[in-house]
């Protein structure tokens, strides 16, 4: 794993700690349309979401570029509204990782 998203990840695990004792009352701040509280849940999960991309990724990707892709999960996972962020990021982190695989293929066609 490249120094970048190794210190990336540090960042990102201080602020989970910072955070996740108000895991509960972000998600309902979250409900009702708080855009601040939005903003912390996605800092409060960024780091499972990036890890768990890591894992999950296909032997051609980029540890980066995976990172990038799980966040991009869990945006699309916050914004549908879901109370079980965590329990749904791991089906959505696949479908984004397997989306990524067709569009590699398309393009090598």
């Not at 990038?68 to 965590?86: C, F, Y």
């Not at 959505?92 to 397997?98: G, K, Y």
């Amino acid at each position: 794993m490249r120094k970048g998203l190794r210190e990336y990840l540090d960042t990102c695990h201080r602020a989970t700690l910072r955070l996740a004792h108000k895991r509960e009352t972000l998600v309902s701040a979250l409900r009702s349309g708080d855009e601040s509280a939005r903003r912390d849940v996605l800092r409060v999960h960024r780091e499972l979401a990036i890890l768990l991309a890591i894992h999950m990724k296909p032997a051609w990707m980029t540890p980066e570029d995976a990172a990038q892709e799980g966040v991009l999960a869990l945006d699309q996972v916050i914004d549908s509204g879901t109370a079980r962020i965590a329990q749904d990021l791991s089906s959505e982190i696949d479908r984004v990782l397997s989306s990524a695989g067709e569009y590699r293929n398309d393009q090598a066609s």
